[in-house]
């Protein structure tokens, strides 16, 4: 026997060693799934049964589809459940609910067109719309939760115009 092949063998015994608890482990897993087949098979005889039997001793009857799972999404009691209202005086938080139909609610600027997310606005004029209250800018048309397309968009001043129209919208609060 030459030194390569009793090297060999060395490394074949060291790797069945180290194999065989997992070759156990799957075994076993084999033979489990197997059993699980035949409960499967078993519920899926009974699952008539316990629709009709079911609900006399107040159990729930399955969900459509496969016995035993739950339907992907919300349950359907819970689907007009909205949060409380804020209290009295309060501000509204959030998002508005979407229009009745399913879709959601367009922004409220003209010509703009993506979908609302905050107070009746996209992203990028609900951004617009928070520098104008923080800087005491905010227009009356710019109402919180306005119709779609009903807002007139404003063009901002950049640069000096701006730093101007700041001291001037300062000077009026002041």
């Known amino acids: 026997m030459s030194v390569d092949k009793a090297f060999r063998e060395m490394i074949r015994n060291e790797i069945e060693v180290q194999l065989?608890?997992?070759?156990?482990?799957v075994s076993r897993l084999e033979s489990g799934t197997a059993d699980l087949d035949a409960l499967r098979s078993v519920a899926e005889r009974l699952a008539p049964l316990a629709q009709?039997?079911?609900?006399?001793?107040?159990?729930n009857a399955p969900a459509a589809g496969k016995p035993g799972r739950r339907p992907v999404g919300r349950p359907a009691g819970r689907a007009a459940v909205s949060a409380p209202v804020a209290a009295?005086?309060?501000?509204?938080?959030?998002?508005k609910p979407a229009a009745a139909e399913g879709g959601a609610r367009e922004c409220a600027i003209k010509g703009c067109g993506k979908p609302s997310r905050t107070k009746g606005y996209c992203a990028a004029h609900y951004q617009k719309l928070r520098m104008l209250e923080k800087t005491n800018r905010r227009p009356s048309e710019w109402s919180d939760y306005a119709n779609p397309n009903s807002v007139e968009d404003i063009k901002l001043?950049?640069?000096r115009a701006a730093s101007k129209a700041l001291a001037e919208a300062a000077q009026k609060n002041a």
């Open 20 to 25: 065989k608890p997992l070759r156990d482990v």
């Open 52 to 59: 009709v039997v079911g609900p006399l001793f107040g159990a």
């Open 88 to 95: 009295a005086g309060g501000k509204r938080r959030g998002r």
């Open 157 to 159: 001043p950049r640069g």
